[in-house]
């Protein structure tokens, strides 16, 4: 009968659920960012959990009244060594930090319909690959103060380019990151192409890094 009720529970949370990459498979042991809301009313919870459902279990035995449904989930693959940090930890830091005016208390916020819908878009496209460079942060956050001035000398952009390396695949990439952070900011390219770049990069090792 227990179970019977686990399984009933578990098909009403997430019954309506957006599912965050699309088309992913629900998979509840892997690290998530959920946003959940309390039924019949404008109150919402966006946390994280590499078990989303036993957290869900756990916050509807903590609510003194009503039940909890998923409005959505993101999903992120459980290897820590693919980006350098924990996505699923970032992405709920960074909607807690936007939101935090309609915080109501801890994790749980007040929004209308227009906020839900912002913020299943925001999850939906964060892109832990690429970031902190998604455009959906640059008008509210000044990503990495320090470097992103520094950026503005040949050794703050090549220290970023090595910075932004381990994150992508080969080099090309790592220095169009680099270069979308740099115009985000400053509103032009640092450098015209790849190949401008490694050339200043070259001239700036043989000069003895003095440039």
């Not at 009720?5 to 690290?31: C, F, L, M, N, V």
């Not at 115009?183 to 440039?211: I, L, P, W």
């Amino acid at each position: 009968m227990a179970d019977k009720r686990w399984k009933d529970r578990e098909r009403r949370w997430w019954a309506d659920a957006a599912i965050y990459p699309s088309g992913h498979q629900i998979r509840t042991e892997t690290d998530a960012v959920y946003f959940v809301q309390l039924i019949e009313t404008d109150i919402y919870k966006i946390g994280k959990s590499s078990t989303v459902n036993q957290r869900l279990m756990t916050i509807e035995q903590s609510i003194p009244v009503g039940d909890i449904k998923i409005v959505a989930v993101r999903f992120f693959p459980r290897r820590s060594g693919e980006y350098g940090y924990k996505p699923n930890h970032l992405l709920e830091k960074r909607l807690h930090d936007i939101y935090k005016n309609q915080r109501v208390k801890g994790e749980w916020f007040r929004f209308d319909d227009d906020t839900v819908n912002k913020v299943k878009r925001q999850m939906q496209e964060f892109d832990p690959i690429n970031y902190p460079f998604g455009d959906q942060w640059s008008s509210t956050y000044s990503i990495y103060p320090k470097e992103i001035l520094g950026l503005l000398s040949v050794k703050g952009f090549i220290d970023f380019f090595y910075d932004m390396l381990p994150k992508f695949d080969n080099h090309i990439a790592a220095y169009e990151a680099t270069e979308r952070v740099y115009e985000q900011h400053y509103g032009v390219r640092r450098y015209s192409d790849y190949s401008t770049f490694t050339v200043a990069k070259s001239r700036y090792f043989n000069d003895g890094g003095m440039v």
